[in-house]
């Protein structure tokens, strides 16, 4: 027996032990997209009318943990949530989950600055022969959280596929305190968005302006899904890959060739990514794949790291924009809705990089649930929204209507090029509202 079984086998316990350790009042660094913790997760659920003031810590959550379950009410159990998904949304209802506002590549200095980890509980692949638990698809932040954690507690997914690095994608065995065997329990299946009509004409303008050789960074959502699929049946060259999330459609463009990162300056031939998050199909690409490359989001996030490879082209989806060009992609009002996450890291990368361009995209209207539509352009963002991207940061606007370059723009320019792809039905109304902001010229054309 190896030395780093002998090790292995003196700290693996059942998970009611493993969460023994949980006390009242403690910070628990948990899960977060795709590295989810079922065995630990229903162990802490267990104990939940026994503990109070438990705050854990996640995001991009992709299942209703047992904890929530047991707790509904957050009479027990805190979420500190760092990005909202449609399963973070659901459990914001009973208003006992809160938001972290943050700029995702400055996450683990965040944490190793200024948050407290009691105990990190990580969900892992089996140990290699030389006593290092690989993280699979989520590297993220988890460095830091394992450089502060004063217990770590892994949980073991024999299903977990093994990503090549980059760094901060794996522990060793001296650093764990407690081992749980969870077995075959999969991989969270979250399906990417099936794109609308509507989705497919904004891709169709974005489509237009990449070029051969260029590096992709897609956002979360089905805009970003149905640009990967066109760019897959196009007939471009030697893409690159530098980005924050990883999803199924980097996987069809790797398959139908058009994806080599051939062109690339920094990590030549690997696609980079912080975090993964898909179907089976995802999880069995990343696996064993040198051609993946995880690091950590202080590396895939940061711009003056990001924006060393020529011509990053960064794609992400919005909730609204102002007509002076400031956009919200994050809240309805102040309900949260996402997060900033990495939008603004890469809207700024992008413009760095020699070649760059940035894309914020949205339909031009949405429906309430009183079956009302409104305008996503607006002369003011509604009461309460957050602006993730300030309007200086700005580059490329684009939806159903048309596409549009902020840069270099006077307010009255700006309210001009917005209105033009704001939907028609409320072109008219925009432009009064301009002429009350006084950011119309009265020689403009209508």
């Not at 973070?88 to 938001?99: F, I, K, L, N, P």
């Not at 429906?367 to 602006?387: E, F, M, N, W, Y």
């Amino acid at each position: 027996m190896s030395k780093w079984l002998k090790e292995y086998q003196s700290k693996l316990v059942s998970p009611e032990k493993a969460v023994s350790v949980v006390k009242n009042g403690d910070w628990i660094g948990s899960s977060y997209a795709a590295n989810v913790l079922p065995v630990l997760d229903k162990a802490l659920a267990a104990r939940a009318h026994e503990l109070y003031d438990i705050k854990l810590i996640g995001g991009v959550s992709s299942r209703i943990y047992d904890w929530f379950k047991a707790d509904p009410n957050g009479e027990h159990f805190t979420w500190n949530c760092s990005h909202f998904s449609a399963v973070d949304r659901y459990m914001a209802q009973t208003g006992s989950v809160y938001y972290m506002p943050l700029k995702y590549s400055e996450i683990l200095r965040y944490i190793r600055e200024n948050l407290t980890v009691d105990i990190l509980m990580l969900q892992v692949a089996p140990m290699d022969m030389h006593g290092n638990f690989n993280l699979g698809p989520t590297i993220s932040h988890y460095r830091a959280s394992m450089d502060v954690a004063k217990i770590i507690i892994v949980e073991v997914n024999e299903d977990m596929p093994i990503t090549h690095g980059g760094y901060g994608h794996y522990i060793h065995i001296s650093e764990v305190d407690y081992i749980v065997e969870a077995g075959h329990c999969g991989m969270s299946q979250v399906a990417s968005e099936e794109p609308v009509e509507v989705d497919k004409r904004i891709a169709d303008f974005v489509i237009k302006e990449i070029r051969d050789g260029d590096c992709l960074q897609l956002g979360i959502g089905a805009m970003p899904s149905a640009l990967g699929q066109l760019i897959a049946k196009s007939d471009l060259k030697d893409l690159g890959a530098h980005t924050e999330m990883l999803c199924d459609a980097f996987v069809d463009m790797v398959d139908a060739g058009v994806l080599t990162g051939r062109k690339k300056q920094l990590d030549p031939g690997r696609i980079v990514y912080t975090f993964g998050l898909g179907t089976q199909k995802l999880y069995d690409f990343i696996d064993n794949n040198p051609a993946v490359a995880g690091y950590t989001a202080d590396y895939t996030n940061d711009r003056k790291i990001a924006s060393l490879n020529d011509n990053v082209v960064s794609i992400n989806n919005s909730l609204e924009i102002d007509l002076t060009g400031q956009v919200c992609s994050e809240s309805v009002g102040p309900r949260m809705i996402s997060g900033s996450g990495g939008q603004l890291d890469f809207v700024e990368t992008a413009y760095h990089s020699k070649g760059g361009r940035s894309f914020i995209c949205m339909a031009s209207t949405f429906t309430d649930k009183q079956g009302q539509v409104h305008s996503r352009i607006k002369p003011l963002l509604a009461h309460g929204a957050v602006v993730t991207d300030t309007r200086p940061a700005v580059h490329y606007v684009v939806t159903e209507h048309g596409i549009v370059n902020l840069k270099g723009l006077f307010t009255w320019q700006r309210a001009e090029a917005l209105i033009g792809i704001a939907h028609p039905d409320f072109r008219e109304d925009l432009i009064k509202e301009a002429e009350k902001l006084k950011i119309w010229r009265n020689s403009n054309k209508r």
